[in-house]
């Protein structure tokens, strides 16, 4: 069975740092892009930064460029998100997600939600002030 797993979000001040690790599993397919997704309370969930498991191509959301890079480690299937100079509006769930070759959603583009049909639990990450 398909599994994305997160780990690695906690708590930390405004200014720190964190590092997102999604261990994926039992996919059964080829992996086009995995990601990283934000959701705020109360907001919808946003793209933060997708990587291209073929040729490593990145994108990121322009809240995040320059503090947030996202690095792919394939022999382990891992994708992770290192977290610079976090801010209080960082806070919320992050969610990794994958998008198969096969592509059971209509591509939306790559920070879109819509282009991804698996995803993870979640991990939290609380940033204060």
């Known amino acids: 069975q398909a599994q994305l797993v997160e780990s690695g979000g906690g708590s930390v001040q405004t200014g720190g740092s964190l590092r997102l690790s999604c261990a994926a599993s039992g996919l059964g397919f080829s992996i086009d892009y995995m990601g990283w997704f934000h959701q705020a309370p109360g907001k919808v969930r946003e793209g933060v930064a997708v990587?291209?498991?073929?040729?490593?191509?990145?994108f990121y959301a322009d809240s995040v460029n320059d503090r947030f890079t996202i690095s792919q480690d394939k022999s382990k299937n891992m994708v992770h998100l290192q977290m610079n100079s976090l801010k209080p509006e960082d806070t919320g769930m992050y969610y990794c997600a994958a998008r198969g070759r096969a592509g059971l959603t209509v591509w939306q583009g790559p920070l879109d939600s819509r282009s991804f049909a698996h995803w993870g639990q979640g991990t939290q990450v609380t940033v204060s002030s």
């Open positions: 990587i291209s498991t073929v040729g490593g191509r990145t």
